[in-house]
């Protein structure tokens, strides 16, 4: 479904992403796991789009969409949240919701003006929509709170919740569990794994909750250094020594 051809980011002369190459099956949870720093980020962003590789390709859907916008691959159905949740904190969780649907006819002054029915119409589609989705995630009782005041652990299930305002393919979730209790974590764990399962989801899933990746991914890939170090499913990965290393290596760069 994905395939990242040897892709190369540098941040001045610093190279986060080196040479690197990852494929995606249609289908899978595929696990992207790695220490801090590793570059899994960045890879993500230029999925995305969100940073544009200095070399390599991105073929999504047997297309070369390395140098689309971010709103051309979002149209292609390739959607992703973020480390830290983007929500707009100023809006409700349900007008937060409601924004993500692409193409609202609403917002063009010219169409509320010559078509009010028409966008009326969209609205309540688009509102319909994202109540069955704030039920799906068990959220409907803070619909109104203002997204910036809800919990941390709340705000990653919004961010699945506005991958599913979409007709979204392929979803890059960029640690979803960081910061998110256990309770809250278990039940993004089964959304996760149902929207796998009865909507047909491919995701790309960054975490560094092990036990969440053994539960989900299939395969894991392990990223040190910017390039992928082991490929395999999660037993190969978390017993591989060169995967220990990298994360002993972390933990000493941290502690000096
Ligand atoms: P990961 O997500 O695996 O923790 P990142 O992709 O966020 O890693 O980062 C990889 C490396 O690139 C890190 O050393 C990070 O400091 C650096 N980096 C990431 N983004 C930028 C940026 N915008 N400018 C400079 N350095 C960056
Ligand atoms: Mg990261």
Same mark, same amino acid.
């Given at each position: 479904m994905l395939s990242c051809e040897r892709l190369t980011m540098s941040f001045g002369s610093f190279r986060a992403v080196d040479d690197c190459s990852i494929s995606v099956a249609r289908g899978s949870i595929t696990g992207l796991v790695g220490p801090n720093g590793a570059g899994? $980020? $960045?890879v993500f962003n230029m999925i995305a789009g969100a940073?544009?590789?200095?070399?390599?390709?991105?073929?999504?859907?047997g297309e070369d969409i390395t140098t689309l916008t971010p709103d051309r691959r979002f149209q292609k159905g390739l959607v992703r949240t973020f480390q830290i949740p983007h929500e707009f904190d100023?809006?409700?969780?349900?007008?937060?919701?409601?924004?993500?649907?692409p193409g609202q006819p609403g917002e063009s002054l010219i169409n509320n003006w010559i078509a009010p029915a028409r966008v009326k119409d969209v609205e309540a589609k688009t509102s319909r929509r994202a109540w069955e989705v704030l039920e799906f995630l068990e959220l409907t009782q803070i619909a109104h709170q203002r997204a910036g005041r809800i919990s941390g652990g709340q705000k990653k299930l919004l961010e699945l919740?506005? $991958?599913m305002m979409t007709d979204a393919e392929l979803v890059?979730?960029?640690?979803?569990?960081?910061?998110?209790?256990?309770t809250l974590l278990r039940k993004l764990e089964e959304k996760i794994a149902f929207l796998h399962r009865e909507r047909g989801y491919t995701f790309v899933l960054i975490e560094h909750d092990m036990e969440?990746?053994?539960?989900?991914c299939a395969p894991v890939i392990c990223m040190a250094e910017g390039r992928v170090l082991v490929e395999g499913n999660f037993e190969t990965v978390r017993?591989?020594?060169?995967?220990?290393?990298a994360y002993l290596g972390e933990r000493?760069?941290? $502690?000096?």
């Amino acid at each position: 479904m994905l395939s990242c051809e040897r892709l190369t980011m540098s941040f001045g002369s610093f190279r986060a992403v080196d040479d690197c190459s990852i494929s995606v099956a249609r289908g899978s949870i595929t696990g992207l796991v790695g220490p801090n720093g590793a570059g899994k $980020t $960045t890879v993500f962003n230029m999925i995305a789009g969100a940073l544009y590789p200095d070399s390599g390709q991105i073929i999504y859907l047997g297309e070369d969409i390395t140098t689309l916008t971010p709103d051309r691959r979002f149209q292609k159905g390739l959607v992703r949240t973020f480390q830290i949740p983007h929500e707009f904190d100023h809006l409700s969780v349900i007008e937060n919701l409601m924004m993500v649907a692409p193409g609202q006819p609403g917002e063009s002054l010219i169409n509320n003006w010559i078509a009010p029915a028409r966008v009326k119409d969209v609205e309540a589609k688009t509102s319909r929509r994202a109540w069955e989705v704030l039920e799906f995630l068990e959220l409907t009782q803070i619909a109104h709170q203002r997204a910036g005041r809800i919990s941390g652990g709340q705000k990653k299930l919004l961010e699945l919740g506005r $991958t599913m305002m979409t007709d979204a393919e392929l979803v890059l979730l960029d640690e979803p569990a960081a910061g998110v209790n256990r309770t809250l974590l278990r039940k993004l764990e089964e959304k996760i794994a149902f929207l796998h399962r009865e909507r047909g989801y491919t995701f790309v899933l960054i975490e560094h909750d092990m036990e969440m990746i053994e539960r989900l991914c299939a395969p894991v890939i392990c990223m040190a250094e910017g390039r992928v170090l082991v490929e395999g499913n999660f037993e190969t990965v978390r017993s591989d020594p060169r995967v220990l290393e990298a994360y002993l290596g972390e933990r000493q760069h941290l $502690t000096a």
